[in-house]
């Protein structure tokens, strides 16, 4: 039964047994294995950080030194044969035996390095102590099947205090030269910032010079300006005054005509409300005399009939008293019944006219109703406009208005047109 092992482009896959004269590699991919014939093994192709202390290294001036290295170093994937290098030499083994391994070469190559420099050449130039170290490891590692990828200096100490001692004039030097130059560079400072004030100072008093002008002129601007608006605003007032006084002329005016008009329609009125009392007063006095008039021949014909009819009943009293009282009955009833035909002869007579007359009649009676209620009125209050009648004046003529539907109520009932048929008696 063949099984199919697989490992990913950071593995390097290596199968041996059957069929195969020497161990294959393969980086990533796939192979095929047959239990109890094939053997397949993995081993890792990542980077490998290794750290490399060398400590107490004497340097050519014998001086004592103490180096931290750091190298990055992996599989040398790039051919066949170094692939199979690196399996001769690291295949089964775990991560950190190998990272001894390569830890152990690079040391020995360091310090042969440090041996072979001084003190101050390691400090100065580290970029050179990596690259001599770099291509001395270089070949021992190719050898293994592995490549160091890159080496730098991370820590260089003495532990007897040389290098310490070796900066102290240096930096009393620097030291030194960096007070120097800070007093020059505060003395220039100090120089230049004089001159950027004296320059401040004249261009802010130039500035304040040019603001003063310019705020000058714009015064005079806002002054010429304001005045002319001064003078556009006074016109338009007088203006506008002007109109509103012509205005208000033309309504003083219209409102004049106006109460004029109503003046005079209120004298047509009162006019013709005059006209119309005259005319009612003449009439109710021209019909109230014509009453009286018939009532006084009525009664007087009644009255010389009566004693006429007494005289005769005096006469012949003896001979028929039994027949007086029904005669006296008897003429009593004539009596009335001509009273009738008479008074129906007047109504077919006169018409119209009569029952005018006894409308008339009861006018005064109607006033007198109307009136009844100011009668016991204690206190009356009249609120005028100025303009209408005012005092007792304005109560009569609400009475008479009141009066003056009296005819059209009549008119209303009897379908007789009561001014029309006083106008005609009184012509």
Known sequence: MIVPRTAGPNQLLVISGFGYSKPHSQKGGRVWQIPCFHQVQKMKLNLMTIQIRSQNVNCTNGVAMSIDGIAQCKVNSESVETMNLACQHFLGLKEHAVNGILNETLEGHQRAIISAM???????????????????????????????????????????????????????????????????????????????????????????????????????????????????????????????????????????????????????????????????????????????????????????????????????????????????????????????????????KYGKAALVGEVIKCLPQIAAEIVAPLRNTEKITLISSGDGQIGVQRVVSEVVGIMNTIPEGVCNITGINLKEEIQKVTL
Do not use: W
Request: glycine share 4%; hydrophobic share 40%.
């Open 118 to 348: 001084t003190v101050e050449e390691v400090f100065r130039d580290r970029v050179s102590f990596a690259e001599k170290v770099r291509d001395c490891a270089a070949p021992d590692l190719a050898k293994m099947g592995m490549q160091i990828l890159s080496y730098t200096i991370s820590q260089v100490k003495t532990p007897n205090g040389y290098l310490k001692a070796l900066g102290t004039p240096s930096i009393a030097l620097v030291k030194r030269n960096a007070r120097i130059g800070e007093a020059i560079a505060k003395q220039e400072a100090d120089v230049a910032t004089a001159e950027a004030t004296q320059q401040r100072d004249i261009k802010v008093h130039d500035t304040r010079k040019e603001i003063a002008k310019m705020a000058r002129d714009r015064d005079l601007v806002v002054h010429a300006n304001q005045k002319e608006i001064n003078t556009a605003q006074a016109t338009a007032n007088y203006a506008k005054r002007l109109k509103e006084a012509e205005i208000n002329q033309t309504l003083k005016n219209e409102q004049m005509g106006i109460k004029l008009v109503e003046k005079k329609a209120e004298a047509r009125v009162m006019e013709e409300e005059c006209k119309l009392t005259t005319q009612r007063l003449e009439s109710q006095v021209r019909l109230q005399a014509e009453t009286d008039k018939y009532k006084m021949e009525i009664g007087a014909a009644a009255q010389k009939k009566q004693i006429i009819l007494a005289n005769e009943a005096d006469a012949i009293r003896i001979e028929e008293i039994g027949n007086a009282e029904a005669e006296i009955i008897k003429m009593k009833a004539e009596a009335e019944a001509k009273a009738m035909r008479l008074k129906a002869q007047a109504y077919e």
